[in-house]
């Protein structure tokens, strides 16, 4: 079974700044199956990543996302105050999903 | 555009059972699976399981074997999940989220459903 670990587990930035979260797996696998969520308080996740590098439709070009093997990066070229929030990494296999534990980006 | 609509939040005692219901709209029904996803408090999320509303096969997680069931209907494009046997660690938003076989993700969730279990 796949464990993801995230870190950090609380980011805090002053608007303007760049982000980078990182998921590192237990296992390798291919990236076609990792993607990362966004969620606000109050709401369900929000799909910003798929195939660990592709944007979900809407998603802003500001969020990016790389990696291969057990190590992946979501990086946010310059936070914008809409952006602050918690974010998952998810893999998906054989029906299956797991998720990390998340990475609370917080205003400084 | 894609919606799936979750049923209103439950209270419930130790021992229960809670059956929380997710209607899709804007898309065909049979064309895509659906898992069921669970956030406890200060908790990561958690998978619970994944059903086929064409064929209705389902797939547990190997933790709720024996006391969760997913089925479906078609002529109201809904799923439902029941989860029996509740215990105060089963308090949790309980989200159906959309599979996208383009994706390998999911790529549309409900609202959240709030269960909480206490006596």
């Known amino acids: 079974e796949i464990v993801l670990t995230q870190s950090p587990g609380t980011l805090s930035l002053s608007p303007g700044e760049r982000a980078t979260l990182s998921c590192r797996a237990s296992q390798d696998f291919s990236s076609s199956y990792l993607a990362w969520y966004q969620q606000k308080p109050g709401q369900a996740p929000r799909l910003l990543i798929y195939g660990a590098s592709s944007r979900a439709t809407g998603i802003p070009d500001r969020f990016s996302g790389s990696g291969s093997g057990t190590d992946y990066t979501l990086t946010i070229s310059r936070l914008e105050p809409e952006d602050f929030a918690v974010f998952y990494c998810?893999?998906?296999?054989?029906?299956?999903?797991?998720f990390g534990g998340g990475t609370k980006v917080e205003i400084k | 555009q894609v919606h799936l609509v979750q049923s209103g939040a439950e209270v419930k005692k130790p021992g229960a059972s809670v059956k929380i219901s997710c209607k899709a709209s804007?898309?065909?029904?049979?064309?895509?699976?659906i898992h069921w996803v669970r956030q406890a408090p200060g908790h990561r999320l958690e998978w619970l399981g994944i059903i086929n509303p064409s064929g209705d096969d389902t797939t547990y997680a190997q933790n709720f074997q024996g006391r969760l069931t997913m089925t479906r209907d078609t002529s109201t494009s809904t799923v439902y999940m029941e989860l029996s046997s509740l215990r105060s660690d089963d308090t949790a938003v309980y989200y159906c989220a959309r599979h996208s076989y383009d994706y390998i993700a999911t790529d549309s969730w409900g609202q959240g459903t709030l269960v909480t279990v206490s006596s």
């Open positions: 804007g898309y065909t029904f049979t064309s895509y699976y």
């Open positions: 998810q893999h998906y296999g054989t029906s299956k999903l797991t």
